[in-house]
Antibody, heavy 120, light 107 residues
Framework: QVQLQESGPGLVKPSQTLSLTCTVS??????????WTWMRQPAGKALQWIGRIYSSGTTNYNPSLESRVSISMDTSKNQFSLQLNSVTAADTAVYYC????????????WGQGTLVTVSS | DIQMTQSPSNLSASVGDRVTITCRAS??????LAWYQQKAGKAPKLLIYKASILESGVPSRFSGSGSGTQFTLTISSLQPDDVATYYCQQYNVYPLTFGGGTKVQIK
């Protein structure tokens, strides 16, 4: 059974870069069957799709964040990463890494989530 | 972006009640809709995909229906373990978008 685990700083200063890594176990991020996705959820609010990466390295981003976001992968470590630049308080949220099973059109495995607070 | 509207936003029902949550999309989705359950402090959990297919391991009291722009999630007999917020999510067009959530509580 695949497991995903987010890691990274819980506090980021305004205007700096938020960096998170997702470590995948029990499955390979090189699999052709899945996209690897980042989501976020501000406190008390709905979920927002940030973007995804495929095993080929192809990425897709939410247009609302595209100018500030980058997703990459390291197949040797079975990890994928999120970078979000020029953060503000509005980027404070729980960030989730998620497996996107596009063949069933569903987000079928989620990390536990990590809270990132943007504050000076 | 496709807007997803859920109703009601809050719901209180008794154990054993039949509960229905509605999700409406601003554009047609065909059947590309999923439902998730999120318990307090936890990550969302997939319940249903392609509008009506139950994810493996999910209790059969959960069911989904609909197509196009209108969808429903039904809990046939509400249980205490079902206390959670439920989200619909469209998978027809990127960016993927979610409804605002329906918080289900026990009366």
């Amino acid at each position: 059974q695949v497991q995903l685990q987010e890691s990274g700083p819980g506090l980021v200063k305004p205007s700096q870069t938020l960096s998170l890594t997702c470590t995948v176990s029990g499955g390979s991020i090189s699999s052709k069957n899945y996209y690897w996705t980042w989501m976020r959820q501000p406190a008390g609010k709905a979920l927002q799709w940030i973007g995804r990466i495929y095993s080929s390295g192809t990425t897709n981003y939410n247009p609302s964040l595209e100018s500030r976001v980058s997703i990459s992968m390291d197949t040797s470590k079975n990890q994928f990463s999120l970078q979000l630049n020029s953060v503000t308080a509005a980027d404070t949220a729980v960030y989730y890494c998620v497996r996107d099973a596009y063949q069933t059109s569903s987000l079928d495995s989620w990390g536990q989530g990590t809270l990132v607070t943007v504050s000076s | 972006d496709i807007q997803m509207t859920q109703s009601p936003s809050n719901l209180s029902a008794s154990v054993g009640d039949r509960v229905t949550i509605t999700c409406r999309a601003s554009q047609t989705l065909s059947i590309w809709l999923a439902w998730y359950q999120q318990k307090a402090g936890k990550a969302p959990k997939l319940l249903i995909y392609k509008a009506s297919i139950l994810e493996s391991g999910v209790p059969s009291r959960f069911s989904g229906s609909g197509s196009g722009t209108q969808f429903t999630l039904t809990i046939s007999s509400l249980q205490p373990d079902d206390v959670a917020t439920y989200y619909c999510q469209q998978y027809n067009v990127y960016p993927l978008t979610f409804g605002g959530g329906t918080k289900v509580q026990i009366k």
